[in-house]
């Protein structure tokens, strides 16, 4: 089965930094699009970012544009999400999902068959 472990959440004050990793095991994901999703209390599950597992394709919210960079490493089988000058409107749980349908990038959730456990970044003001 696909398996998705997120891990490197943390605090953080403004303006800092955190480096989120999402161990991916289970299948080979070669035409997935991996994401990054998260959601504050009080709030619906948004997109973060996205990207091709094979050719390293990348998509942002604009809310992220900029400041978080997502990227991986085959050989490791892991995703990462570099969060730069972090705002307290950061703070939120984020999820690791894949999305095996990668001919497309998609910023819907429901797109989304995997996903991991959360990890939870909180950003001090």
């Known amino acids: 089965q696909v398996q998705l472990v997120e891990s490197g959440g943390g605090l953080a004050q403004a303006g800092g930094s955190l480096r989120l990793s999402c161990a991916a095991s289970g299948r080979t994901f070669s035409g997935f699009n991996m994401g990054w999703f998260r959601q504050a209390p009080g709030k619906e599950r948004e997109f973060v970012a996205t990207i091709s597992w094979s050719g390293g394709r990348t998509d942002y919210a604009d809310s992220v544009l900029g400041r978080f960079t997502i990227s991986r490493d085959i050989a490791k089988n892991t995703v990462y999400l570099q969060m730069n000058r972090l705002v307290p409107e950061d703070t939120a749980v984020y999820y690791c999902?894949?999305?095996?349908?990668?001919?497309?990038?998609?910023?819907?959730?429901?797109?989304?068959?995997?996903w991991g456990q959360g990890t939870q970044v909180t950003v001090s003001s």
């Open positions: 999902a894949a999305d095996e349908n990668g001919y497309y990038f998609s910023r819907i959730r429901y797109d989304y068959e995997y």
